[in-house]
């Protein structure tokens, strides 16, 4: 008895979105509600891999039903384990707080429709390190983190799903840097510009309450069954880890044919991530269809052949998404922006616990006074330097300086911290 199979089957008799958004939704289902006492050893990993991954649906609006999607995937969870919603919207200091609120082991499952304004949000100032911080939430890592004035203190091993949806064309809310900081490797990107069959707007079918109501239930019964058994280990059989080397060598063979012929695609970037990838969904096929009476569930290869047709399948569709980035000009500017906060930190590091004064700036960056003015903004509301003003040669004189964030100590020693909102008035 297949979770997955069963959702896709409820799914697709209440609605005539594509068959290949509802499959998605149910490994979702399952990662979400089950995967989450799992965990697979890998040499890697002290800590293992677990299987929590991270959708996103796109699709040209009101044609592909992208939402209907996702609403019957969250209408499930809100009926099985509510308390795991993560609010759909964050500012930067309500999503520092929300994880640093959670403990080890915790759970949150993140859906959000429409998440084109979230990737663009992505580019501006007051957003920077959030795709680092997302990247290292999805391996289960936290740390230390720093925004403006305050600290947040993020635990590892907090166990976080998303599900999303974004409309056509993508390169209107991805850049190129979304891929390059590995934030977009991590998702299985289902894409599709049209529906597999189509429903009248009459539609109904009777059997959608009794599908529903019957996986609602067993999802209730494997949860039980999961939580008592918690931690359970995934035992990988010999004809699946030979499957999935396989494939990995086959990536490898392509991310080298790639480094030969087109270094700079964000396709060889993605494939890198794949292997772990399948690795995932070939577990979650396994989980879907156990119930386990001992805490570990044996991986076979029937749940490696079920889950690699379906991950071919959704590996295309992410290329045709990265062939609509790369031909992007949105793209190629965010890549610029980037690539000039990257010079103006460095040169501020190159400076030590000496920092560097703004005419060294000016001079070793050959920026405009605005320009440089909105990236200085941007490194100091994102924590990453700190502003004094140091005395100079002649009474009285002082000067802004600037200093990497490790060396906050010493830079204080030398002169008084000025606040970002200063700096923005001094550098008009």
Known sequence: MNLIDIYTRYATTASDAPKIFHRACGYFLVSTLLGRYCVIPVSYNPQGLKPNIWVLLIGPSRIVRKTTALRLARDIIVRVEPEIMLPEEYTPEALYETLSSLQRGDAGCWIRDEFGSFFRSLNKKYM???????????????????????????????????????????????????????????????????RDRTYPWTYHNPQVENLRDRLINLFKERIDTYKALNPIVINISGDVINAIESYGHEAEREIARLERSNPHTLWKLYVAQTPETLLKLTTLEAIATTIPEQPFITVQKEHFDKAFKFFKVVCEMAKMVIADVETSPRSKEAVTQVKALSLVHSVIISGGENGVSLSEIYIKTKMSKSQLRELILTLLEAGLIICVKKRTQGPGRKALYFFDKKYKARALAMGDEVTPELVAVLLQ
């Not at 209107?172 to 510009?193: A, K, P, Q, S």
């Open 128 to 194: 920077l390190g959030i795709r680092g911080l997302l990247s290292a939430l999805y391996s289960g890592v936290g740390g230390r983190r720093q925004l403006r004035s305050q600290t947040f203190n993020i635990p590892d091993g907090i166990y976080i799903t998303t599900l999303g949806t974004l409309a056509t064309p993508p390169h209107d809310y991805f850049t190129e840097d979304d891929f390059r900081t590995g934030l977009m490797n991590r998702f299985i990107i289902v894409y599709t510009e049209k």
